[in-house]
């Protein structure tokens, strides 16, 4: 017989519903908004090792929905009890190998389940200790990531916290006007890992352009998606656009794509749409791809950080 992957060996482990002392009380979980905050809710009293109800995975399914961002406090899980608790939310994302993303292997051409976001040299040294400006994962891909989980081993005395944005109140701060402007509209985000070398696993842009002129080549594939899109659950409209990828307009004049593109960008990052995660040891924060963005602070590169991140498979945006 084949060995187990990680993941085939981590819902094997998993404790059950049957073992009652492993189950979650239900009673013993709240999920409370962030005060005065454009997004995000703190989950108390859930331990992510523990088997839990369906009760609860329904209601934080419902919470993420609303929310964007969970924040769970005090966990203390390995790899595989970590990747147990993360798959009742969905599939592991596996992009294949012509698209390459944070992580990827080059022997198996998909990233690992569960990604060391660090940087720590020998601990993956994905990311490192710069600043990240505002992005959705895998944005690039034909199914991004529906959403993620980066979970806090090792935190840096200065610096490196993770601000999410919420995509559906810009897109809803927006006028009418711009709204019917662009809810029609295609846009292809370009693959940053496809341009250079310079490029992979250290989420830095170097010269990457911020748009694409049609004189100029096309690196890697392209995939439009809609600039506006729909979460499948809420039904609610978001903008889909990031900050600092090459991006392209689909049937747009050149000068024109480029402006409306800067202002939206300019628009996104206003700071009644962001909130500012100060991370505590054990912190897991789970939060919805489709409809937000989220950046990071640089931290001195002498002081050590270490997240662990697990990625969800997604559909195509529409
Ligand atoms: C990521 C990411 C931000 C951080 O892992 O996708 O953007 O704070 N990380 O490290
Ligand atoms: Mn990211």
Known sequence: MTSLTQLSQAIHDAPRWHQAEQLQNPEEISIIPLHDEALGAVVFGLDARKAQAGETIHRLKQALAEHL???FKKQSLDDFQYLAFASY???IFRPSADNPVLATQSDTGTPPDVIPVSNAVGQGDYTGHGELSPHADHQWTTQPSFGS?????ELPEDGGQT???NTIKAYDALGKDTQNQIDQLQL???NPFARSQNNKGT???GDTPYYRFKDQPIIGHAYPHPLVRTHPESGRKALWLNTRSEVELVNYE???GNALIQKLREHLLKPEFRYEHQWEEGDIVFWDNQVTLHSRQPFPSDQRRLLKR???AGGRPF
């Open 69 to 71: 961002i969970l924040i």
């Open 89 to 91: 939310f969905g599939s």
């Open 149 to 153: 989980l980066l979970y806090a081993i």
């Open 163 to 165: 601000a999410w944005f």
């Open 188 to 190: 292809i985000t370009y």
């Open 203 to 205: 989420g830095g842009y």
């Open 254 to 256: 050149d000068q024109a």
């Open 310 to 312: 697990i990625s969800l």
